[in-house]
């Protein structure tokens, strides 16, 4: 079997950190025109450039609408108009608004005297706008511009707070955020991290609804808890804080979040956990509605009617309203694709919702037309081989009609989806399978024999969907000629509760039992690949688990390994910036069980250490502190192990500067292709350290 001849694109570290990375499409009111932004990078340069383009939903066909790299957020207003944010110097923002097809007609509407962002706009029926934004506040209340601001004499950092830092960035002990003047809440919770756990909100005609931390009993060393949150509007002002109304579910202690309005604007519909668990949520789905009796003061409503049915074993991630608000639509992972659900709201409330997509990665829905009674909506998809693919769906038929795919389906890269297959094995107790995800070369012939790179994905609750990714891109390491191998071992979501919750007090157990079964079922599988040239990659939790493999017999069959922001030692891991779930994760905390804690420690292995080592760690990485990624090197090299360290002094735990990004792939690919001795054809060679250059 060949999959294709081999094309005149080669799918390099360079393309794909040069290439335009697409936003979600958002449509306007009727429907005809859509809007989305690229950011592309010139590696020559090492610069970045930023478009906002149209795309005719009809045709299909893509057009500019700027070239102005300082237009942030921009998003519709009404009918054709556009408004964007464009911050300016002195730490300013202006506030522009323009229209699709009209020259020349650009104009300033105003200037803040702060950096704002997350804007949200709400036109009522008399064409007020309701303009919603965050910013940082000062100690007085009023907006926060550091550029202009004192700077104190002393530099000193004091701290009695249980979180002193999260994610890259020390914490201050003045409210982040201004929200609402008189309460204790704010919004969003946390503005360093890029994985959106900084809560969400919505705006309509009738108020605002988001989720934050309740500080009242907030202890991030136990429990961090977020609520959601109504605020009414009167006579469309902002009311003090008293008008703020927590949303109550009896006997539902867990987080809660995604709360969206109802097209009118007088129901709310959002997600809440029945417990607290901080390493796996399964949400049920709630609908409350917002009387005028109940919005007097500072208080809660309370709710007790579920829409979704308890037997559904999927956990959603986003709602939203359709067909009249007589139907919800789920966004929720299911058996390696994050895929998009319909429920009913009228009937009976234990109804399991029906999908209305299958392939692909969920990113972003919005409803086509906002007259409809909302029964089409424009999707963002992505998939291993193409970064954005703009669908229609109608939420009646399940019909799809495919608008636009940023790639032509992975042909502008040089890809195809005839690359990425699947496969399942038992897993190592036998009491459910494990999907996994195989993605070959695009010259692939089945007749030849490859390297294979096995993945391990982060979490340990997570998984590997079929999506596209700027950082553990499957197609980039195919493309150097290997099969990569991308298993959802025990702890993946999207399969049960059973499936993710396994993993819980068992990190270096049942996971690497499956990684075991998955490197026996390819090599008995496949006759294509070449067992003696295996090489194992993995990030955070994927990290922990190379440094777990490296002190065990399976290390052996691996030509080198590469760890990148690996946790060393699970006892020092107490030093992470999110301590709330570790007592979860390892079945009590480190005083209370400290046997389990010492069981799954990867450093009472490292008298096994014995193949070449890749290590990856930046400084900024509070999550999993840099002392691990030292360790791990050091280890190597007081062993006598072939090492290299790879350090990003301004990153965290994420490489997302495109010059390091670009030395990330380069280095990362360049390692496993010497010792799996896959150079030349074209491929990444390993050059000298940058300290020896």
């Known amino acids: 079997m060949t999959i294709r001849p081999k094309s005149k694109v080669k799918f390099t570290p360079e393309l794909l950190i040069s290439a335009p990375r697409p936003s979600s499409a958002v449509p306007n009111d009727d429907g005809s025109l859509a809007l989305f932004t690229t950011s592309s990078y010139s590696t020559d340069a090492d610069t970045e450039s930023n478009e906002t383009k149209i795309l005719d939903l009809k045709t299909g066909h893509t057009s500019l609408f700027s070239n102005d790299s300082a237009v942030k957020e921009p998003q519709w207003l009404v009918g054709n108009s556009l408004l964007w944010l464009k911050p300016v110097s002195g730490g300013k923002t202006q506030i522009w608004i323009g229209t699709v097809g009209l020259e020349k007609n650009e104009y300033l509407v105003g200037t803040i005297d702060s950096s704002i962002s997350r804007v949200k706009t709400k036109v009522l029926a008399d064409e007020t706008v309701i303009f919603a934004f965050t910013a940082l506040k000062a100690p007085d209340g009023r907006l926060f511009n550091p550029e202009s601001a004192t700077k104190p004499a002393s530099t000193a950092r004091e701290y009695e707070s249980s979180m002193p830092r999260y994610w890259d960035t020390w914490l201050s002990d003045e409210p982040p955020v201004d929200v609402l003047a008189g309460t204790r809440l704010h919004f969003p919770w946390t503005t360093t991290s890029p994985l959106g756990d900084g809560g969400s909100y919505d705006v309509s005609s009738e108020g605002l609804i988001f989720d934050t931390l309740n500080l009242e009993n907030f202890d991030p060393t136990h429990k961090a808890i977020t609520d959601i949150w109504y605020h009414p509007f009167s006579s469309r002002h902002v009311m003090a804080g008293k008008a703020v109304k927590r949303i109550v579910v009896p006997g539902w202690d867990g987080s809660a979040s995604g709360g969206v309005f109802s097209p009118d604007g007088k129901s709310v519909a959002f997600l809440k956990d029945k417990k607290f668990n901080p390493a796996y949520t399964r949400p049920s789905i709630f609908v409350v509605e917002l009387k005028e009796t109940n919005v007097s003061g500072y208080d809660q409503f309370v709710l007790s009617a579920r829409a979704v049915s308890d037997s559904w074993d999927r956990s959603p991630v986003a709602l939203y309203w359709a067909n009249e608000a007589r139907e919800l639509l789920i966004v929720a992972e299911e058996h390696g694709r994050v895929k998009l659900f319909k429920v009913p709201l009228v009937g009976s409330s234990q109804q399991k919702p029906i999908p209305l997509s299958d392939a692909g990665s969920i990113s972003a829905v919005h409803p086509l037309c906002k007259t409809d009674g909302r029964n089409q909506f424009l999707v963002t998809f992505t998939s291993i081989i193409d970064s954005a693919i703009y669908t229609i769906i109608d939420s009646r038929t399940a019909s799809q009609t495919l608008v636009s795919t940023f790639t032509s ?10 690359q990425v297959k699947e496969f399942h094995f038992p897993s190592a107790r036998g009491d459910y399978e494990v999907q996994s995800w195989l993605v070959l070369p695009s010259t692939f012939q089945a007749s030849k024999r490859y390297p294979v790179a096995y993945l391990i994905h982060g979490g340990p609750i997570s998984s590997w969907p079929d999506s596209w990714s700027t950082r553990w891109n499957a197609a980039i390491f195919a493309e150097q000629g290997y099969v990569v191998a991308m298993p959802n071992i025990t702890g993946s979501t999207g399969f049960g509760r059973h499936h993710a919750e396994a993993v819980i007090g068992d990190w270096s157990g049942r996971p690497y039992r499956d990684i075991e ?177």
């Open 517 to 693: 079964a998955c490197v026996s079922y390819i090599e008995s599988t496949y006759e294509f690949i070449d067992p003696g040239r295996f090489v194992a990659l993995g990030a955070s939790y994927g990290g922990y688990m190379m440094n777990w493999l490296q002190g065990q017999p399976l290390a052996k069959r691996f030509r080198a390994i590469v760890c990148h922001d690996g946790i060393f030692s699970i006892p020092s891991f107490i030093g992470t910036d999110s301590t709330g779930d570790l007592a979860l994760s390892f079945n009590g905390a480190l005083w209370e069980n400290p046997a389990t804690w010492d069981a799954m420690d990867p450093a009472r292995f490292t008298h096994n250490w014995t193949q070449p080592m890749l290590v990856i760690h930046s400084d900024r990485d509070y999550r999993c502190p840099i002392n691990s990624g030292l360790a791990s090197y050091n280890v190597c090299k007081l062993r006598g192990i072939p090492a290299r360290l790879l350090n990003f002094p301004e990153e965290n735990h994420l490489v997302l500067g495109r010059a390091n990004s670009l030395h990330w792939h380069r280095t990362v690919l360049g390692w496993i292709n010497k010792w799996a001795h896959n150079e030349g054809n074209g491929n990444v060679e390993l050059q000298g350290p940058v300290s020896d250059r």
């Open 409 to 418: 389906h992975g042909a502008k890269f040089g890809l195809s989806p005839d």
